[in-house]
Antibody, heavy 118, light 109 residues
């Protein structure tokens, strides 16, 4: 199970930190991702992180503004979002990733809503 | 990788066969391809992975096929609970990232 929190209303240029607490599986054994969905739109992968946290990747749309991290001792995934823009408004999902030989997202949280507006 | 799904909307009656297409801008390994189902107000749910392997809990009426740049999701006989939006996904390794198609909405005719 994955449970996200930390969403809310923030002004453009502001910051938020999202959290995702995992349970029911060995968190430290799995690659994790954040995926977002703008209102009425499709899915967009945002960021991914390796099992140990030493390797991260971000979509070009958030590179330099968002940082993904994890604390395996707390079974928690984070997404630090800085310099937020209107277009970052979305539901943010955390997802457990299957890794080698298959690459997909097999467990999803229910999402947390981020609204960027003045 | 840019994924293009077609059609954008598919209108069918229960019991009909549904064929959803996903075309990639570049060839990819089948093991990198997956399909998801999303119903209103819910997160996506993994349906198929490796292009054709059903995820746990996916009914046998769902099947997947394809390779290279063209992948297909087929529902042999649409049930009322299948009306939803379907997304295809590809993984790219250089750099590591996931891409999603824009989705196909399966609606009741």
């Amino acid at each position: 199970q994955l449970v996200e929190s930390g969403g809310g209303l923030v002004q453009p240029g502001g910051s938020l930190r999202l959290s995702c607490v995992a349970s029911g599986f060995t968190f430290s054994s799995h690659v994790m991702s954040w995926v977002r969905q703008a209102p009425g739109k499709g899915l967009e992968w945002v960021s991914g992180i390796s099992r140990s946290g030493d390797s991260t990747n971000h979509a070009d749309s958030v590179k330099g503004r968002f940082t993904i991290s994890r604390d395996n001792s707390k079974n928690t995934l984070y997404l630090q979002m800085n310099n937020l823009r209107d277009e970052d408004t979305a539901v943010y999902y955390c997802a457990k990733c299957s890794w080698a030989p298959y690459y997909n997202m097999d467990v999803w949280g229910n999402g947390t809503t981020v609204t960027v507006s003045s | 990788v840019v994924l293009t799904q077609s059609p954008g909307t598919l209108s069918l009656s229960p019991g009909e066969r549904a064929t959803l297409s996903c075309r990639a801008s570049q060839s990819a390994t089948s093991s990198y391809q997956a399909w998801y189902q999303q119903k209103p107000g819910q997160p996506p749910r993994l349906l198929l992975y490796g292009a054709s392997t059903r995820a746990t809990g996916t009914p046998a009426r769902f099947s997947g096929s394809g390779s290279g740049t063209d992948f297909t999701l087929t529902i042999s006989s649409v049930e009322p609970e299948d009306f939803a939006v379907y997304y295809c996904q590809q993984y790219g390794s250089s750099p590591p990232m996931y891409s999603f198609g824009q989705g196909t909405r399966l609606e009741i005719k």
